[in-house]
């Protein structure tokens, strides 16, 4: 079988011919806009008889590949001395160092193209053009050569046969990994309940390019069930890459695990995991230049090499990439996208495919594969999106910067001058409000003043001098950038949200209703498959999420038999805000008799620290029988572990822990069989309320009339549920769960309650103790 293959001269030539250092590139919003700007603007400039946007293709067939290369040239003259081929670039590098600078990258495009053309106009002879216009100045520089085609022929033979070693190298792997994956069968004896139906349902939405949201139960293994079609769908190309998305580490572990799974059953496939830049990164204290890290110091003289050596396996995990890139002298970050870009699956956190920061460019720009996205805990994804399309500035580090460049910028120093005065005054506004202050117009001379800072800002930055306040100023120049990104996109969704605390304020551009550009992410994908145990309502996520009207919606129901588990619904207590006071005696002798019932492990969500310290305060001195352990804030992973680790099979002891619903033990933690006995609710979990809970409230009811349900109902169950999946984690658990709420029995919430949730509602004194009694002397526990 011979691999058929496309690519732009511009990777083939930037593939072979990359050199020197890892530059960091200083681009401000609108240039990507403004570079297309620029080309066109020098397109139309031209004389008569100048033809812009010239494609060409050219064939090359080996033994084992067919390989088509193909591109458009920017413009090509007709002259009496002969054709010149032109590639214009847009730059915001100094124009009196462009005279002096020779980009291999850029001379190796226009020459191929220039091969290209001769061939096809049977030209013995032409020159080629290299026309650089600077962003900001709108200079020009032109430069030409003038090559006979033997001397393209022979530049081009070079490059080609260069490419050629990797590119038979990368179609030997994909013959190997289309072999392997044909082979491949489901890697465990059977399917668990529920798992082939959502598999069946992955593979379908893929093969059709369509969406996909599945709801089904925790437990089933819905990673497998999600990345096994996929793979299976590659060797057909309808997932030229898979990017499996989690917000979580666990999530990605899990799916490391799945890819294991099916190597051992004789997968091959290159899989990477992406490691955020500030985890992975050698020298955090420096710049990413070569001024500064010796890791991008001649970071693409050694990329090639370093990734050949990488190839010849087949996991890029963490620790594959630091060995590698140590080795090379390589920054592992820079290393780690590259490599992405020649794996079959990578697994990455949400922001990589839609947050417009970070989002993977050299694929979603440039390449135009057919990628599949696999989002788990899709339930996350609402506010995820939020936090992605909203920006925030703060005042202090405008000062803080300001003072150091005074003496050496005094242009930049003068306008963070204007930009600190614009933010006194909104700091005042906010104080004479109460500390917030919510405005509905964009801040439009905010605005222009940023943009004025970040164009001088780059230009400074361009030049990589080395100055103690340069970090900070970079920091600062990202943190603008980003703000004026997302200005340039507000329209109704978005609200200005001003907080002062002291003597500092922050400015957020609130994103209120993330769906239209999470509609423009899906964009970038053939397939999606939205996968969690807490999809409900379905349309709330589908909304949020950006999905088209006609997606796909599988629930699966649970497979776990229904008598596991014993659900009951303390409906005579109210948690309302101002009832707690009142009732919290009640909660606390409901906890106290659900734990009571038999010896073993529990957790108890509570929606607040503060409801939380309320109950613990009266269980605590009644609670000598059992063992407490209470979550505090800003918990570290490393405390996190020590309690989960309590929560050991085995116990003399009840353990009873306390914690808040949507944190770090809200989901995402895996406590199997007796390692959880119950779970407590309290409340239905809603978000605080809080400004910007209030503004989505304010926008979904006048745009859906849902606006309590947006804001607060609907993530609020996605909490409980999250909460009460701890408790099941597959066919052999048993246990309880215990809802404390009135709401949980009314129809607005059990309309939401997935199929399988027929809770008991508690009557009578000793009521807890009657039906658990019945339970576990039933499940022989
Ligand atoms: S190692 Fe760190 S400082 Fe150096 S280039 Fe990479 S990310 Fe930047």
Same mark, same amino acid.
């Given at each position: 079988?011979?691999?058929?293959?496309?690519?732009?001269?511009?990777?083939?030539?930037?593939?072979?011919?990359?050199?020197?250092?890892?530059?960091?590139?200083?681009?401000?919003?609108?240039?990507?806009?403004?570079?297309?700007?620029?080309?066109?603007?020098?397109?139309?400039?031209?004389?008569?008889?100048?033809?812009?946007?010239?494609?060409?293709?050219?064939?090359?067939?080996?033994?084992?590949?067919?390989?088509?290369?193909?591109?458009?040239?920017?413009?090509?003259?007709?002259?009496?001395?002969?054709?010149?081929?032109?590639?214009?670039?847009?730059?915001?590098?100094?124009?009196?160092?462009?005279?002096?600078?020779?980009?291999?990258?850029?001379?190796?495009?226009?020459?191929?193209?220039?091969?290209?053309?001769?061939?096809?106009?049977?030209?013995?002879?032409?020159?080629?053009?290299?026309?650089?216009?600077?962003?900001?100045?709108?200079?020009?520089?032109?430069?030409?050569?003038?090559?006979?085609?033997?001397?393209?022929?022979?530049?081009?033979?070079?490059?080609?046969?260069?490419?050629?070693?990797?590119?038979?190298?990368?179609?030997?792997?994909?013959?190997?990994?289309?072999?392997?994956?044909?082979?491949?069968?489901?890697?465990?004896?059977?399917?668990?309940?529920?798992?082939?139906?959502?598999?069946?349902?992955?593979?379908?939405?893929?093969?059709?390019?369509?969406?996909?949201?599945?709801?089904?139960?925790?437990?089933?293994?819905?990673?497998?069930?999600?990345?096994?079609?996929?793979?299976?769908?590659?060797?057909?190309?309808?997932?030229?890459?898979?990017?499996?998305?989690?917000?979580?580490?666990?999530?990605?572990?899990?799916?490391?695990?799945?890819?294991?799974?099916?190597?051992?059953?004789?997968?091959?496939?290159?899989?990477?995991?992406?490691?955020?830049?500030?985890?992975?990164?050698?020298?955090?204290?420096?710049?990413?230049?070569?001024?500064?890290?010796?890791?991008?110091?001649?970071?693409?003289?050694?990329?090639?090499?370093?990734?050949?050596?990488?190839?010849?396996?087949?996991?890029?995990?963490?620790?594959?990439?630091?060995?590698?890139?140590?080795?090379?002298?390589?920054?592992?970050?820079?290393?780690?996208?590259?490599?992405?870009?020649?794996?079959?699956?990578?697994?990455?956190?949400?922001?990589?495919?839609?947050?417009?920061?970070?989002?993977?460019?050299?694929?979603?720009?440039?390449?135009?594969?057919?990628?599949?996205?696999?989002?788990?805990?899709?339930?996350?994804?609402?506010?995820?999106?939020?936090?992605?399309?909203?920006?925030?500035?703060?005042?202090?580090?405008?000062?803080?910067?300001?003072?150091?460049?005074?003496?050496?910028?005094?242009?930049?120093?003068?306008?963070?001058?204007?930009?600190?005065?614009?933010?006194?005054?909104?700091?005042?506004?906010?104080?004479?409000?109460?500390?917030?202050?919510?405005?509905?117009?964009?801040?439009?001379?905010?605005?222009?003043?940023?943009?004025?800072?970040?164009?001088?800002?780059?230009?400074?930055?361009?030049?990589?001098?080395?100055?103690?306040?340069?970090?900070?100023?970079?920091?600062?120049?990202?943190?603008?950038?980003?703000?004026?990104?997302?200005?340039?996109?507000?329209?109704?969704?978005?609200?200005?949200?001003?907080?002062?605390?002291?003597?500092?304020?922050?400015?957020?551009?609130?994103?209120?209703?993330?769906?239209?550009?999470?509609?423009?992410?899906?964009?970038?994908?053939?397939?999606?498959?939205?996968?969690?145990?807490?999809?409900?309502?379905?349309?709330?996520?589908?909304?949020?999420?950006?999905?088209?009207?006609?997606?796909?919606?599988?629930?699966?129901?649970?497979?776990?038999?229904?008598?596991?588990?014993?659900?009951?619904?303390?409906?005579?207590?109210?948690?309302?805000?101002?009832?707690?006071?009142?009732?919290?005696?009640?909660?606390?002798?409901?906890?106290? *008799? +659900?734990? @009571?019932?038999?010896?073993?492990?529990? %957790?108890?969500?509570?929606?607040? /620290? #503060? =409801?939380?310290?309320?109950?613990?305060?009266?269980?605590?001195?009644?609670?000598?029988?059992?063992?407490?352990?209470?979550?505090?804030?800003?918990?570290?992973?490393?405390?996190?572990?020590?309690?989960?680790?309590?929560?050991?099979?085995?116990?003399?002891?009840?353990?009873?822990?306390?914690?808040?619903?949507?944190?770090?033990?809200?989901?995402?933690?895996?406590?199997?069989?007796?390692?959880?006995?119950?779970?407590?609710?309290?409340?239905?979990?809603?978000?605080?309320?809080?400004?910007?809970? *209030? +503004?989505? @409230?304010?926008?979904?009811?006048?745009? %859906?009339?849902?606006?309590?349900? /947006? #804001? =607060?109902?609907?993530?609020?169950?996605?909490?409980?549920?999250?909460?009460?999946?701890?408790?099941?984690?597959?066919?052999?658990?048993?246990?309880?769960?215990?809802?404390?709420?009135?709401?949980?029995?009314?129809?607005?919430?059990?309309?939401?309650?997935?199929?399988?949730?027929?809770?008991?509602?508690?009557?009578?004194?000793?009521?807890?103790?009657?039906?658990?009694?019945?339970?576990?002397?039933?499940?022989?526990?």
């Amino acid at each position: 079988v011979k691999l058929q293959q496309r690519i732009a001269v511009r990777t083939l030539v930037e593939t072979v011919l990359r050199a020197g250092d890892l530059e960091m590139v200083f681009m401000n919003p609108a240039r990507p806009l403004e570079g297309i700007r620029i080309h066109q603007k020098i397109q139309q400039s031209r004389p008569a008889g100048y033809q812009a946007e010239v494609s060409v293709n050219h064939e090359v067939k080996t033994e084992k590949i067919d390989l088509v290369i193909g591109g458009r040239i920017d413009g090509v003259f007709t002259t009496d001395d002969g054709a010149i081929v032109e590639e214009i670039k847009s730059t915001t590098r100094d124009p009196a160092a462009l005279e002096a600078w020779d980009n291999p990258v850029h001379w190796g495009q226009v020459k191929v193209y220039a091969y290209f053309y001769a061939l096809a106009h049977d030209l013995g002879a032409l020159t080629t053009q290299l026309t650089y216009c600077h962003v900001d100045s709108g200079e020009i520089i032109e430069k030409q050569e003038h090559f006979l085609r033997t001397e393209l022929a022979e530049f081009f033979d070079d490059v080609l046969n260069r490419y050629m070693q990797w590119a038979e190298t990368v179609g030997d792997w994909m013959l190997a990994r289309d072999f392997s994956i044909r082979e491949l069968e489901f890697p465990f004896e059977s399917y668990r309940p529920g798992q082939r139906q959502m598999a069946v349902a992955v593979y379908r939405a893929i093969r059709d390019g369509e969406q996909l949201m599945t709801e089904a139960a925790t437990g089933i293994g819905k990673t497998m069930a999600a990345l096994f079609p996929a793979i299976k769908a590659q060797p057909d190309g309808w997932a030229g890459k898979i990017f499996y998305l989690s917000a979580r580490t666990t999530g990605k572990a899990a799916a490391e695990q799945a890819i294991g799974e099916l190597r051992r059953k004789g997968l091959k496939l290159k899989s990477i995991t992406l490691t955020a830049k500030d985890k992975i990164c050698f020298c955090p204290e420096a710049a990413c230049t070569a001024a500064e890290c010796e890791f991008a110091q001649g970071f693409y003289d050694r990329i090639n090499a370093a990734l050949g050596d990488i190839f010849q396996h087949d996991l890029f995990d963490r620790d594959a990439i630091e060995h590698t890139a140590e080795a090379h002298r390589i920054c592992p970050f820079e290393f780690s996208l590259e490599l992405s870009l020649w794996s079959d699956c990578i697994v990455c956190d949400y922001n990589y495919a839609f947050d417009p920061r970070v989002y993977l460019r050299r694929f979603f720009v440039e390449a135009n594969e057919d990628y599949v996205f696999l989002v788990d805990e899709a339930h996350n994804l609402p506010d995820r999106a939020r936090d992605m399309f909203s920006a925030r500035i703060t005042k202090q580090p405008f000062l803080d910067v300001r003072r150091q460049l005074k003496d050496e910028l005094p242009n930049l120093y003068s306008l963070l001058g204007r930009i600190n005065t614009r933010l006194v005054k909104a700091r005042n506004t906010c104080r004479e409000n109460g500390g917030e202050w919510v405005e509905k117009e964009p801040p439009n001379g905010l605005y222009a003043l940023l943009r004025k800072f970040l164009q001088g800002a780059e230009k400074w930055l361009a030049q990589n001098v080395k100055t103690p306040f340069r970090q900070d100023l970079l920091d600062l120049y990202f943190e603008g950038n980003n703000f004026v990104r997302v200005f340039d996109q507000f329209n109704d969704t978005y609200a200005v949200c001003h907080e002062t605390d002291h003597k500092d304020l922050s400015v957020k551009l609130f994103c209120m209703d993330p769906s239209l550009q999470m509609r423009e992410a899906l964009t970038r994908c053939r397939s999606a498959v939205f996968f969690s145990a807490t999809l409900r309502p379905p349309n709330y996520y589908q909304k949020l999420s950006g999905c088209s009207d006609d997606m796909r919606h599988v629930v699966i129901p649970s497979p776990f038999p229904r008598d596991n588990l014993s659900l009951l619904l303390a409906n005579g207590i109210s948690t309302l805000y101002n009832r707690r006071n009142d009732t919290k005696v009640a909660v606390a002798r409901a906890i106290l *008799e +659900l734990v @009571r019932q038999k010896q073993g492990n529990y %957790l108890i969500f509570f929606p607040s /620290y #503060a =409801y939380m310290a309320m109950v613990y305060e009266l269980v605590e001195p009644n609670a000598t029988d059992v063992d407490l352990r209470c979550q505090i804030p800003d918990m570290p992973e490393s405390e996190r572990d020590r309690f989960l680790s309590e929560f050991t099979v085995g116990r003399q002891d009840t353990l009873v822990g306390f914690v808040v619903m949507g944190g770090i033990f809200g989901e995402g933690i895996d406590l199997t069989g007796d390692r959880l006995t119950g779970a407590a609710i309290v409340g239905v979990g809603l978000p605080g309320i809080c400004s910007e809970r *209030e +503004l989505i @409230r304010e926008y979904f009811d006048e745009s %859906l009339n849902a606006g309590f349900d /947006y #804001a =607060y109902r609907f993530p609020g169950l996605a909490r409980v549920f999250q909460a009460a999946g701890r408790v099941i984690r597959s066919e052999h658990d048993r246990g309880v769960v215990l809802l404390i709420d009135e709401r949980f029995g009314t129809y607005r919430y059990r309309q939401l309650f997935p199929p399988h949730w027929q809770p008991i509602t508690l009557r009578g004194e000793r009521a807890v103790e009657r039906n658990l009694h019945k339970f576990w002397m039933n499940v022989g526990k």
